[in-house]
């Protein structure tokens, strides 16, 4: 996706390169991604790339260019014993001025529109900081970062918000380095600090060791959050979701409906493990057991919908008459012509104006108790009623609960 373009020297002593990912919009605000100790690597580069998916044109500079120029290493025990060594002979003060330098080439682009921030991970993560302190700068974001603890006289001169997120078991930022950390910046209104229980430095990068999905995940929700909020760009998460659910249940278009979607994207129905990871699968799910497999009074009626940042949760009921076997949410059932209404949950995430996923949930056994095929006598399950319930918080609660009027006048 990207291209190497070259950055000029704030003190004139050369040019470095720099991986330049722009978004399929051509534009976007700007973000500099600052690289490990490992230079500007695949991991790099895949990083930019997906950020450039959320909407950024993302530009990484190549820090250690002093020393050695295009750095690009591996993950083995050689190239850690070289990493090291770059990172021991690194001077952070001329590194931050090439971070500087690397802005400033970044906003002079017509491709970047709007505010810039920075975003690094290990070594990038402290020279984030740095650059908040010491530079002007929308936003700044840090994984895992070490030695920032060193510099929190400097945390006055922060104008931006800042995030740091932590990981609990990281040797090169242990608990007494966050503590001070902690204590110095997080009662500041533009600062949000994380610590991640339980996993260690690099939990955020994927094939490592230590890499931890759950964490991961939830960090590049923060971090995207605060550039949402700090530099844009902002999208109509909403009318996004709207209009892919009218290609899926109304005009049912499998194309238009993969055309809202990232190039490879995934659904996932929990309850039946139906759905499909990569464009082909999910392409060949949707028109031969999804889109043309809905009963034709299928009806979708609004509850709530919560709009975040990178995603929307909607809760809904699904209305429909079983008149056709629906593979994806009754798989191998007959069709029984009964009428259901069920309860759904959709966590719909974006990346940039393009849905990347979608996790949707619901009860199973009302669905099933509703056509007959399961016998809730005996069992903590209920019909139609769960529908009703929802619409109507005022019908009778616990009453699939045996021990309910034992409890009637106790305190």
Known sequence: MGIQ???????????????????????????????????????????????????????????????????????????????????QGFDQDKGVDDIDAALTALRSREECTGGAAVLGFCLGARMAYLTACRCDVDAAIGYYGMGMENHLDEADNIKGRLLLHFAENDEY???????????????????????????????????????????????????????????GPHYNLSHLWD???????????????????????????????????????????????????????????????????????????????????????????????????????AVVKFRGDKLYHEHIYWDQATVLVQLGVLDPKGLPVAGRETAAKLLDETLPSNELMPTWPSSAGKE
């Open 5 to 87: 373009i070259d950055i000029d020297s704030k003190d004139g002593s050369g040019v470095f390169a720099g991986y330049l990912a722009v978004p399929s919009a051509g534009t976007g605000p700007g973000l500099v991604l600052l690289q490990e100790i490992f230079g500007v690597n695949a991991t790099m580069r895949q990083i930019a790339d997906y950020y450039a998916e959320e909407g950024y044109v993302v530009l990484v500079p190549d820090l250690f260019w002093r020393q050695e120029a295009n750095v690009e290493l591996g993950y083995d025990q050689n190239s850690w014993q070289k990493a090291f060594g770059l990172y």
């Open 173 to 231: 930022c242990p608990a007494s380095a966050r503590n001070d950390i902690f204590a110095a910046l997080e009662s500041r209104e533009n600062v949000e600090l994380y610590l991640y229980p339980g996993v260690d430095h690099a939990f955020a990068r994927p094939g490592s060791e230590h890499y931890h999905k759950p964490s991961a995940l939830i960090a590049h929700e923060r971090s995207v959050a605060v550039l949402r909020r700090a530099i």
């Open 243 to 345: 209009k892919h659910c009218e290609y899926e249940f109304d005009t049912r278009n499998v194309d238009d409906t993969m055309a809202t979607m990232v190039a490879d994207p995934y659904v996932n129905h929990i309850p039946t493990l139906t759905g499909g990871v990569g464009y082909k699968d999910l392409y060949r799910f949707y028109k031969h057991h999804f889109v043309n497999s809905n009963p034709a009074d299928t009806k979708l009626i609004p509850i709530s919908r919560t709009i975040g940042d990178t995603q929307i949760v909607d809760e809904l009921l699904f209305c429909f008459t079983h008149d056709r076997e629906i593979d994806w949410l009754v798989p191998g059932i007959e069709p029984t012509g009964k009428y259901v209404e069920v309860p759904f949950v």
